[in-house]
């Protein structure tokens, strides 16, 4: 199970590391003479501190991978039961590999297109009926250096969509925004020889 605590034991160091900033820098800013001049640079200090501080907050680095890619026309059964021949099928996998765990929305966008670009489908996909969890027991959670997978059949209802795009949104445990795109080519249906 993942331990929730990392987030917050990170949080208390960077707390006590700007409280000590602070009492050094208002220390060594009643030492100095009463020159404003002065007084702004010990100022200044704080803020370069704060900016420091701030620039070194890990954050989730986050691959993702699509296999087959491009998806061949009829291999939807390869990787849904529930799929038929004229399905396309696809083993999603998200990859934590910044050390930073990442909590995701609980739908993710999937898009289709056309081949001249035009968007024939949007849909937001349930998390947890799609993804299995790799190495985390929660289904919207990405551990810290983990994986969460799993398959998606498509439909082609109309024939003619050349690309899907998959959009993966949520925050990591240091706060920033995630954000996670792919995209893959739908081949078409071709006859048997």
Same mark, same amino acid.
């Given at each position: +199970?993942?331990?929730?605590?990392?987030?917050?034991?990170?949080?208390?160091?960077?707390?006590?590391? !700007?409280?000590?900033?602070?009492?050094?820098?208002?220390?060594?800013?009643?030492?100095?003479?009463? @020159?404003?001049?002065?007084?702004?640079?010990?100022?200044?200090?704080?803020?370069?501190?704060?900016?420091? !501080? &701030? =620039?070194?907050?890990?954050?989730? =680095? %986050? #691959?993702?991978?699509?296999?087959?890619?491009?998806?061949?026309?009829?291999?939807?059964?390869?990787?849904?039961?529930?799929?038929?021949? @004229?399905?396309?099928? &696809?083993?999603?996998?998200?990859? #934590?590999?910044?050390? %930073?765990?990442?909590?995701?929305? @609980?739908?993710?966008?999937? &898009?289709?297109?056309?081949?001249?670009?035009?968007? *024939?489908?949007?849909?937001?996909?349930?998390?947890?009926?799609?993804?299995?969890?790799? *190495?985390?027991?929660?289904?919207?959670? !990405?551990?810290?250096?983990?994986? !969460?997978?799993?398959?998606?059949?498509?439909?082609?209802?109309?024939?003619?969509?050349?690309?899907?795009?998959?959009?993966?949104?949520?925050?990591?445990?240091?706060?920033?925004?995630?954000?996670?795109?792919?995209?893959? &080519? +739908?081949?078409?249906? #071709?006859?048997?020889?």
């Amino acid at each position: +199970m993942t331990s929730r605590k990392q987030p917050g034991a990170w949080k208390l160091w960077r707390t006590l590391t !700007l409280c000590g900033a602070l009492l050094l820098s208002a220390y060594a800013t009643s030492n100095e003479s009463s @020159d404003p001049e002065e007084d702004l640079s010990g100022g200044l200090s704080i803020v370069a501190i704060w900016a420091a !501080l &701030q =620039s070194q907050t890990p954050a989730a =680095s %986050v #691959e993702f991978t699509l296999a087959p890619d491009p998806i061949p026309y009829g291999n939807g059964p390869d990787f849904c039961p529930i799929a038929s021949e @004229d399905d396309w099928g &696809q083993f999603i996998t998200l990859s #934590e590999t910044g050390g %930073v765990g990442v909590d995701f929305a @609980d739908t993710f966008l999937v &898009q289709y297109f056309r081949a001249d670009g035009q968007l *024939d489908g949007s849909f937001d996909v349930p998390l947890v009926s799609f993804l299995d969890n790799c *190495d985390s027991p929660e289904n919207n959670r !990405l551990a810290p250096n983990g994986s !969460l997978c799993g398959e998606i059949c498509h439909r082609d209802s109309t024939a003619g969509r050349a690309r899907v795009d998959y959009t993966f949104t949520g925050t990591d445990d240091s706060g920033n925004p995630v954000n996670v795109t792919g995209s893959s &080519q +739908m081949l078409p249906f #071709e006859p048997p020889p």
